[in-house]
């Protein structure tokens, strides 16, 4: 019909019409974009999986065990609390900790890259230099200590494992009863004059856990773990037996928490996956290599993800090619994983800004991810280039790119790509594009955040890792991503 209509116009008439079509064509038509169902999710009041199940404490199951590898169950926490999730407030809820969380993460960065005597001493006060865990961290597992299985928190940017202690001076609510090393053969104390105690103080830079009161020396080696909203857990250092699947490890040092105040929903501690020696990853270099994968799955099933340790690649499911990139060595920052951010595409067109070629984190405790300014600004003018005509909505809390779309079913959402060092390409997940401030849609926010200074360090979230095989290699100081579907249940 165009066609026929075309051909009938002048010469002249034709040609410009014809070179806006194809320039039409060049510009809109080749943009890479994937289809997102808006309200079928978690969070919709319509949905079947709107009331989360009924404990959070699930079997240990081991996915998959090879030779020096081993595979856990992994879940979002929310689903389950035991309750009934009121999601409007719980969204926004989420929003005000994570930005709690980026805000302290970045003054402990300034505070450990810094040389200076006062920020030396205000680091000796926030023992563990690792990053700061709140509420924000969302999946968790289930291992075996001393017998007892435990759910943990799963937190790459924090390096001291730890569970609430029978008997508890001051503790959460827990979903479970806690550990009690009473009933525990395999239970030992960690003293002072021990140089598993000194490997905690040379780890965190505390420098004096085994200081006496009123003349008294302490005997037991004591850590303090201090977060950026006031939350803490504190206690005795010691070593037990604990189960990672089928894979048992005897005298795994780790924090028996007599005093725990904070965020830490009805979980029974916090599984540190950093870089320190008191990690779990440091721990077990003999056992897995060094070694560890996750794939966080997309909360709308409800399913399972995986955390597995060693580097057996047959317990993968990815459906593409791993591909690796360097780990940044910053020996300030050696808790933490550092990637290099060489570029990124919005529907497959690839941005320009001098920004890109600097150190950003990977982190399973944050959840939206944060770019600096300069490059925020170029993901947010193409986004809204390609995604337009969606009737547009306020801003809330960090996030600034909102539409809303509760006339909406299905829509075309353009494809983010973040590119490092060695073309390493993750394209978001496009249950990671759009955050749901509102459960019904009418309040729904591009998932990307900017940082508050050019020179502060970008942190790419939880949220923007989903439905990714995701490999830390301790050893070869490398990072591997494939794409895959995380759900196992």
């Given at each position: 019909m165009l066609k026929n209509k075309a051909t009938s116009l002048p010469p002249l008439l034709?040609?410009?019409?014809?070179?806006?079509?194809?320039?039409?064509?060049?510009?809109?038509?080749?943009?890479?974009?994937?289809?997102?169902?808006?309200?079928?999710?978690?969070?919709?009041?319509?949905?079947?999986?709107?009331?989360a199940s009924s404990t959070c404490c699930f079997s240990p199951t081991t996915l998959g065990n090879?030779?020096?590898?081993?595979?856990?169950?992994?879940?979002?926490?929310?689903?389950?609390?035991?309750?009934?999730?009121?999601?409007?407030?719980?969204?926004?809820?989420?929003?005000?900790?994570?930005?709690?969380?980026?805000?302290?993460?970045?003054?402990?960065?300034?505070?450990?890259?810094?040389?200076?005597?006062?920020?030396s001493v205000s680091q000796t006060q926030l023992p563990l230099t690792s990053g700061i865990k709140l509420q924000t961290l969302n999946y968790i597992v289930t291992v075996g200590l001393g017998g007892k299985n435990m759910t943990l928190i799963v937190d790459t940017g924090?390096?001291?494992?730890?569970?609430?202690?029978?008997?508890?001076?001051?503790?959460?609510?827990?979903?479970?009863?806690?550990?009690?090393?009473?009933?525990?053969?395999?239970?030992?104390?960690?003293?002072?004059?021990?140089?598993?105690?000194?490997?905690?103080?040379?780890?965190?830079?505390?420098?004096?856990?085994?200081?006496?009161?009123?003349?008294?020396?302490?005997?037991?080696?004591?850590?303090?773990?201090?977060?950026?909203?006031?939350?803490?857990?504190?206690?005795?250092?010691?070593?037990?037996s604990i189960l990672l699947g089928d894979s048992k490890l005897e005298n795994f040092v780790f924090g028996c928490g007599r005093n725990n105040k904070g965020l830490f929903g009805g979980a029974s501690g916090l599984m540190g996956l950093g870089r320190s020696s008191v990690s779990l990853v440091s721990q077990t270099l003999k056992n897995f290599n060094g070694v560890f994968s996750y794939c966080l799955p997309s909360l709308e099933d409800g399913a399972s993800g995986?955390?597995?340790?060693?580097?057996?690649s047959s317990v993968y499911k990815n459906l593409t090619s791993v591909s690796y990139t360097p780990l940044v060595q910053n020996p300030r920052l050696s808790?933490?994983?550092?990637?290099?951010?060489?570029?990124?595409?919005?529907?497959?067109?690839?941005?320009?800004?001098?920004?890109?070629?600097?150190?950003?984190?990977?982190?399973?405790?944050?959840?939206?991810?944060r770019l600096p300014p300069s490059i925020y600004k170029a993901v947010k003018t193409e986004f809204l280039k390609q995604f337009s005509g969606f009737p547009s909505a306020p801003s809330y809390s960090i996030l600034?790119?909102?539409?809303?779309?509760?006339?909406?079913?299905?829509?075309?959402?353009?494809?983010?790509?973040?590119?490092f060092e060695g073309n390493t390409e993750l394209e978001v997940d496009v249950t990671g594009v759009f955050y749901f401030v509102k459960p019904d849609a009418s309040l729904v926010c591009l998932a990307l955040a900017s940082l508050s200074y050019?020179?502060?360090?970008?942190?790419?979230?939880?949220?923007?890792?989903?439905?990714?095989?995701?490999?830390?290699?301790?050893?070869?100081?490398?990072?591997?991503?494939?794409?895959?579907?995380?759900?196992?249940?």
């Open positions: 034709l040609l410009p019409l014809l070179l806006l079509l194809s320039s039409s064509a060049v510009i809109y038509g080749v943009h890479d974009k994937k289809t997102l169902s808006v309200h079928n999710n978690i969070w919709s009041p319509r949905h079947s999986s709107y009331k090879g030779r020096a590898s081993t595979t856990l169950e992994m879940k979002h926490r929310q689903l389950c609390s035991g309750e009934s999730i009121d999601w409007d407030k719980k969204l926004r809820r989420t929003l005000f900790l994570d930005n709690i969380r980026v805000q302290s993460l970045q003054l402990r960065i300034k505070a450990m890259t810094s040389s200076t005597t006062e920020q924090s390096d001291l494992t730890w569970v609430q202690c029978q008997p508890c001076r001051s503790c959460y609510n827990q979903q479970g009863p806690l550990y009690d090393p009473s009933v525990s053969s395999s239970y030992k104390t960690v003293f002072c004059n021990s140089s598993t105690c000194q490997d905690l103080v040379a780890a965190t830079g505390n420098s004096g856990p085994c200081g006496g009161n009123n003349g008294v020396p302490k005997t037991t080696c004591e850590y303090v773990v201090s977060y950026g909203d006031g939350s803490y857990t504190r206690g005795d250092l010691a070593s037990e995986s955390l597995s340790f060693g580097n057996d808790s933490f994983y550092i990637l290099n951010l060489t570029g990124a595409s919005i529907g497959g067109v690839e941005l320009e800004t001098t920004s890109f070629g600097r150190g950003i984190l990977i982190d399973s405790g944050t959840v939206i991810t600034d790119t909102c539409f809303n779309l509760t006339s909406y079913e299905d829509i075309s959402i353009p494809t983010i790509k973040m590119i050019e020179n502060e360090v970008g942190i790419i979230g939880n949220y923007q890792q989903k439905n990714q095989r995701v490999i830390y290699d301790t050893k070869q100081e490398s990072l591997g991503i494939a794409r895959e579907n995380c759900s196992i249940g």
